[in-house]
């Protein structure tokens, strides 16, 4: 029973990794903030909804899939 468990926590683990790494690649790079904000293009439509645009929702789901797969691997080592 026990190796079970272990089994499936360890393939969720490793789509839980595939995930945080595909979300973490589909995101832009910061850089293109910081020379925006300085030409003053921080003020356009897409800065304003930030909140809505998809890399925010993707920093979010990148926070999410972070925390699973920390609490996966604690949960694995106790195992």
Known sequence: MNETIRLVLTIV?????????????????????????????????????????????LEKLTTVTAVCFIILTFVLTVL
Request: hydrophobic residues 45%.
């Open 13 to 57: 683990q490793v789509v839980v990794s595939l995930a945080l790494i595909l979300t973490v690649i589909f995101q832009s790079g910061k850089q293109a903030g910081i020379s925006g904000s300085v030409s003053g293009a921080a003020d356009t439509f897409f800065g304003k909804n930030k909140a809505r645009s998809l890399d925010a929702k």
